[in-house]
């Protein structure tokens, strides 16, 4: 038996009405190229072809959601130039996972979407979150933006960041071999 996945995009029917949604963005994890990027252009989605107002970043992983001061709204000036800088502009984290705390945390924003960008221990966590608001039946979907530099998570054949990790290791490794070549005995460390 073949498994089929649907492919990602806009839909013309929607289930959430823009006007009553509320997502948050959040980055778990190590970091990985190409993440201020991702929370950018899912923020610009919502809020320019969805017309989603109410988007909020959440700082520092799953733990962001255990304190208040960590669930920032967003605009779009806050967004508009990240895709510049490496990193989260969010920041990350690894650990602070309870499915409980999380949910609550939403619940209490009104928070119907999170949209979670990690690897395979955050997608663990994702699949934590999705059986916790099926089991309780609440009106939130967590929706998982896979990343990683290992290109390890089931499924899915390549995810953002690892190609950029590949293509940077390449060229100081060139690097490396270009100096080693360069002097009599000479040797290359990375």
């Known amino acids: ?16 009405n823009p006007a009553e ?68 502009f969010l920041g990350s984290s690894r650990g602070g996972f309870d499915a409980k705390v999380i949910i609550n945390a939403c619940k209490e924003r009104g928070i119907n979407q999170i949209y979670v960008i990690g690897g395979d221990g955050t997608h663990k966590g994702i699949y934590e979150l999705f059986k916790y608001v099926t089991q309780n039946l609440d009106k939130i979907t967590v929706i998982g933006i896979p990343k990683t530099i290992d290109n390890d998570i089931p499924i899915i054949d390549r995810s953002f960041g690892f190609d950029t990790a590949c293509g940077e290791a390449e060229r100081i490794l060139e690097a490396a071999n270009n100096e080693a070549e360069s002097a009599e005995n000479g040797v290359g460390l990375v």
Not at 22 to 39: E, H, R
């Open 1 to 16: 038996s073949e498994l089929k996945l649907l492919r990602a995009g806009p839909r013309k029917e929607i289930y959430f």
């Open 21 to 88: 949604t509320k997502a948050a963005i959040v980055t778990c994890g190590g970091l990985c190229p190409g993440l201020n990027v991702v929370i950018r252009e899912v923020f610009m989605s919502l809020y320019y072809n969805y017309g989603v107002k109410d988007i909020f970043g959440v700082k520092w992983g799953y733990r962001g959601f255990h304190k208040d001061e960590h669930i920032i709204k967003l605009a779009p000036a806050d967004v508009k130039h990240i895709h510049n800088s490496g990193g989260s």
